[in-house]
């Protein structure tokens, strides 16, 4: 099948651009876009050598490229536009009306989506992702005092990369414990979480879910057989259940929309803006 | 000052819509906005909820609010049209035109844009947290030859949450060296960068916020004198010129723009789609 192509053309990193263009044409699962990112493009001779590459594109496959921007000079949106490709300017059908509801021109710099570097936000974050770390997998409770959050789950469940999803995004202090059959057995949570009791959320699993995952790290072992699996989940949810503790399914959710309905679910602001 | 209110409704996380009517706003400086998320508004009720909150607000502020929203379904979109507010639907203008460049009906289907769990692009991720963990700070220099990047510089220049961002982005393998005053006493990289020397990339910093920055962790210390951050900036940047490790100043970027920065100087392409 042809692909269609499709460029993403920025004078920045290009990431704004980028995840409304892949929500845009997730809408139209039928199509195979191949595509490319071109961040960065911040000179009027950058601009021509985009729209050069576009059109030899547009020519070579024999399709009309889609192209995303996000051009705050309003030249190089012009420039582009020449190009021999459908052209979406992501912000302009937006900026004019909300320069009337506000009663003020927008300031035509570029983008600061991404939170440049004041140094206060710039340590929290950092400051987060350490703490991510210094905390995970059940190491050091003993500062689960600083703790904005701490996820609980069977071995494999997703907390880790969500606990850095929650750090890096957020600015969320974010430690993990993995729930074992050691605190299974005991049928009661460790001191250390009790006393953070309203800092504490729960990550559930389909077992046979959690079954593959484990097996790529242990084939064939007793960790990851199924009726383990099923085990440590079935425990950890009455665990919940038992001390009421929210918590999620993570099977279907990648780590963003884990993330961002943990964030909901337990009424925390973001620390970053 | 008051703050104009501002609503972002969606009917999943909402990430989508909060980076592009973050980037729009960031347009109008002037102005303090109040930011309120409304993720997973998926049901009619959840909508009418969603209309008669931002009307109380309207009327309590006294402020007209704006409302960004990314619903599918279009009858979401038609009963939050009725607030008393200035509504924009950050896909509607977009879709119709895509529609029509491709011949083809959109699916109005909830957006997958942040890549739904399938298991290969799940474990990938996970994967690439693991390694960025394991060969943090440079722990395990034996496993580099599984890295698809190496980040070097001097301590506390970003390389942590850098490496940890490329990994949750893109699920790239990423490992990083601290450059430490026994490289520099050498002069020499050791051999287990020297092996990978086509996955190496160098931060740099500027020393006044390399200061501040070590200041916070250990005020005071030679560690974090000036002088110290001085003599490491130089040494690294020194180091980057003779062995011509391609290299950026992570100053004044945030984690999400140096990695994008990386991704496209290292010629890189996700892992992830």
Redesign the interface.
């Known amino acids: 099948m042809t692909e269609?192509p499709v460029f993403i053309v920025s004078d920045?990193?290009?990431?704004?651009a980028e995840?409304?263009s892949?929500?845009?044409?997730?809408?139209?699962?039928?199509?195979q876009f191949s595509q490319v990112?071109m961040?960065?493009v911040d000179t009027k001779e950058k601009v021509s050598e985009a729209v050069d590459q576009i059109n030899d594109q547009a020519q070579r496959s024999g399709q009309?490229p889609?192209v995303f921007t996000?051009f705050?000079d309003e030249n190089f949106t012009e420039s582009l536009a020449t190009a021999d490709a459908?052209v979406?300017d992501?912000?302009e059908?937006?900026?004019s009306?909300?320069e009337l509801?506000?009663g003020?021109q927008?300031?035509?710099?570029p983008?600061?989506?991404?939170?440049?570097?004041n140094?206060v936000q710039?340590?929290q974050?950092?400051n987060a992702?350490?703490y991510a770390?210094h905390c995970?997998d059940g190491l050091h409770p003993r500062d689960y005092a600083k703790a904005n959050l701490i996820l609980l789950g069977a071995s494999r469940s997703?907390k880790?990369?969500t606990c850095?999803?929650l750090a890096?995004q957020f600015g969320f202090y974010t430690a993990n414990y993995p729930l074992t059959e050691e605190d299974f057995a005991r049928d009661e949570l460790p001191s250390s979480i009790l006393d953070h009791r309203d800092k504490v959320f729960g990550l559930t699993i389909d077992p046979a879910?959690l079954h593959?995952?484990r097996s790529?790290r242990r084939p064939d072992s007793k960790y990851a057989s199924l009726k383990q699996c099923r085990l440590d989940v079935n425990a950890a949810r009455q665990m919940y259940q038992r001390y009421r503790i929210p918590h999620c399914d993570s099977?279907?959710?990648?780590?963003?929309?884990l993330?961002?309905?943990i964030k909901?679910q337990m009424g925390l602001q973001s620390a970053l803006?």
């Open positions: 269609r920045r990193s290009g990431l704004t995840t409304i892949h929500t845009l044409l997730s809408q139209f699962p039928g199509i990112a961040p960065f009309r889609l996000t705050v459908e979406f992501l912000f059908p937006f900026i009306r909300i509801a506000l003020q927008s300031s035509h710099q983008g600061q989506s991404h939170g440049i570097a140094l710039y340590s974050r950092i992702v350490n770390m995970d997703g880790t990369p850095l999803y890096l879910r593959q995952i790529e099977t279907n959710y990648s780590v963003e929309e993330g961002s309905t909901h803006y």
